[in-house]
């Protein structure tokens, strides 16, 4: 009995660690040199490090209309490549957006951020269902020391402004998605 | 190159130019899982057969993909070959076919993800079809739009203004994506934040309309699904008559020879730091056409006017 469950536990264990190394070969084939650009790619990365631009980078937009800012926190899982070499940017792209970037750094798990610059077409609360709470979130790494990069995106905007709080899983094996093209991350509203 | 009118207006024809950049091997897997299963197939069994890549749509056996020697073999397994350059191609072959009546011949193309030898090519088709010192390879739309805001082309007084602008690249909802996918998606990004910033005196041509054609995926929608969208946007900044789609656009036939031959059609390819790609100087054979999806978008090319009459 006690061998029985001794191998069972050795099976399901052998499975886990060739789940969580496949995670981690997948992430590896994905990433692409980035040639010709990486040096100048690179060196714009390290001046934003060292100027202290790792966080939101507002745009200097005028905004004729409504202007509200909202705290946005993203919760990532799936694989984060580790390495002192290896950052970590996110960007947000929306109509509304008065900004583009709202961290670079090494990657971590969990980002704040407070009042980020929206200008919105219509005054009141957003919600899912309007055109202005909708964005795309991207998420690249890039090793600085292999002059590689990856990213994470979708072919479908969604209402993360509504939202604020979102959970983000990085997804190693591209998906359809909603609109039959290709995503890289599923993005749900944090609970 | 035309002379400056009694009113002292230059008029500019723009090409613009997005990346196009190899998604490899996952992402073939999820758009093609059939094409790819055969052609892993077909390189153990030897064969030859057709894998037209990620953003092409279909293999014509009787196009330009049958292409120098090895060409179609090439397809099974580099999903650059024949999508790398399809941008550019348009572009080229936007300056031959929709620049007539302008002064002067732009063309802007983010020049992210290419190699040396694959820049030259852009370079010497700019400069046998844009006018001369009118080729911009760039890296941000922030720089685009420095471009496009110029009030006057360099050593001349007369005002600059803008007749057309052809917009090849990946689209998204509400996003022409100049970088998608690429190292520098955020910075080649634009959006109705970027159309803000475009300077209408550009577009006034003075009893003509000017007209802007995007042949990106979706741009004539919003992410919500409303038609409109960034061209809309577009039309409402800069006064300029917006043509684009709902779905998606297909490049599919930009090496498409028809009856003649890859060599007689002048197809060539640019072998340079472990790519290979089709290319040819003159640029595409034939021009964008539209895709099916998403099906639930509408159908045709849409046109957008200043204040919303569609």
Same mark, same amino acid.
């Given at each position: 009995?006690?061998?029985?469950?001794?191998?069972?536990?050795?099976?399901?264990?052998?499975?886990?660690?060739?789940?969580?190394?496949?995670?981690?070969?997948?992430?590896?084939?994905?990433?692409?040199?980035?040639?010709?650009?990486?040096?100048?790619?690179?060196?714009?990365?390290?001046?934003?490090?060292?100027?202290?631009?790792?966080?939101?980078?507002?745009?200097?937009?005028?905004?004729?209309?409504?202007?509200?800012?909202?705290?946005?926190?993203?919760?990532?899982?799936?694989h984060l490549p580790r390495g002192e070499q290896v950052i970590m940017r996110i960007?947000?792209?929306?109509?509304?957006?008065?900004?583009?970037?709202?961290?670079?750094?090494?990657?971590?798990?969990?980002?704040?951020?407070?009042?980020?610059?929206?200008?919105?077409?219509?005054?009141?609360?957003?919600?899912?269902?309007?055109?202005?709470?909708?964005?795309?979130?991207?998420?690249?790494?890039?090793?600085?020391?292999?002059?590689?990069?990856?990213?994470?995106?979708?072919?479908?905007?969604?209402?993360?402004?509504?939202?604020?709080?979102?959970?983000?899983?990085?997804?190693?094996?591209?998906?359809k998605s909603r609109s039959q093209g290709v995503t890289r991350l599923k993005i749900t509203p944090a609970m | 190159m035309g002379e400056e009118t009694q009113c002292c207006i230059l008029k500019d024809y723009i090409s613009i130019v997005g990346t196009s950049q190899d998604f490899?091997?996952?992402?073939?897997?999820?758009?093609?899982?059939?094409?790819?299963?055969?052609?892993? !197939?077909?390189?153990? &069994? @030897?064969?030859?057969?057709?894998?037209?890549?990620?953003?092409?749509?279909? #293999?014509?056996?009787?196009?330009?993909?049958?292409?120098?020697?090895?060409?179609a073999a090439q397809m099974d397994r580099n999903t650059d070959y024949a999508n790398k350059m399809m941008f550019a191609a348009q572009g080229v072959r936007? !300056?031959?076919?929709? &620049? @007539?009546?302008?002064?002067?011949?732009?063309?802007?193309?983010?020049?992210? #993800?290419?190699?040396?030898?694959?820049?030259a090519a852009i370079e010497t088709a700019g400069a046998r079809y844009a006018s001369p010192g009118r080729t911009f390879g760039i890296s941000a739309t922030s720089r685009l739009i420095q471009l496009i805001n110029e009030p006057h082309f360099p050593g001349r007084s007369c005002d600059r203004r803008i007749a057309r602008i052809d917009i090849y690249t990946h689209g998204l909802p509400d996003d022409l994506a100049f970088g998608y996918e690429g190292p520098l998606a955020a910075q080649q990004s634009f959006t109705a934040t970027h159309t803000a910033?475009?300077?209408?005196?550009?577009?006034?041509?003075?009893?003509?309309?000017?007209?802007?054609?995007?042949w990106g995926c979706r741009t004539a929608i919003t992410s919500g699904g409303s038609t409109g969208g960034l061209a809309q946007s577009l039309a409402d900044t800069t006064g300029a008559t917006v043509y684009a789609f709902a779905r998606r656009t297909n490049f599919s036939q930009t090496w498409n020879t028809g009856s003649r031959?890859?060599?007689?059609?002048?197809?060539?390819?640019?072998?340079?730091?472990?790519?290979?790609?089709?290319?040819?100087?003159?640029?595409?054979?034939?021009?964008?056409?539209?895709?099916?999806?998403?099906s639930e978008n509408p159908p045709g090319r849409f046109t957008f006017r200043p204040g919303g009459d569609e």
């Open positions: 009995m006690k061998r029985r469950f001794a191998l069972g536990l050795a099976g399901l264990g052998l499975l886990a660690g060739l789940w969580f190394f496949s995670e981690r070969i997948l992430f590896a084939m994905n990433w692409t040199n980035m040639g010709l650009d990486g040096a100048e790619i690179i060196a714009g990365l390290r001046a934003d490090l060292a100027a202290g631009r790792t966080g939101i980078v507002v745009s200097d937009l005028p905004c004729v209309k409504d202007r509200v800012a909202l705290d946005l926190s993203v919760n990532l899982t799936g960007s947000v792209t929306g109509p509304q957006a008065m900004f583009d970037q709202i961290y670079l750094g090494p990657p971590v798990p969990v980002i704040r951020v407070d009042a980020t610059p929206l200008c919105l077409t219509q005054t009141g609360p957003l919600a899912d269902t309007d055109e202005e709470a909708f964005a795309y979130l991207n998420i690249s790494f890039y090793d600085l020391e292999e002059n590689q990069f990856q990213s994470f995106g979708s072919e479908d905007a969604d209402p993360i402004f509504a939202w604020q709080d979102i959970n983000v899983e990085l997804l190693e094996r591209p998906e | 490899g091997l996952l992402y073939s897997l999820v758009q093609h899982p059939r094409q790819l299963a055969r052609a892993a !197939l077909n390189n153990l &069994s @030897g064969a030859e057969q057709i894998f037209s890549g990620g953003m092409m749509a279909s #293999g014509n056996p009787n196009s330009g993909y049958r292409v120098i020697e090895d060409g936007g !300056l031959r076919v929709n &620049s @007539g009546g302008a002064d002067f011949k732009t063309l802007i193309y983010f020049n992210t #993800g290419y190699t040396t030898q694959q820049r910033q475009l300077d209408p005196e550009r577009f006034d041509l003075v009893g003509r309309e000017a007209t802007i054609y995007s031959s890859a060599e007689d059609a002048g197809l060539n390819e640019i072998v340079s730091d472990g790519s290979r790609v089709l290319w040819h100087p003159a640029g595409a054979m034939r021009g964008v056409v539209e895709g099916n999806t998403p």
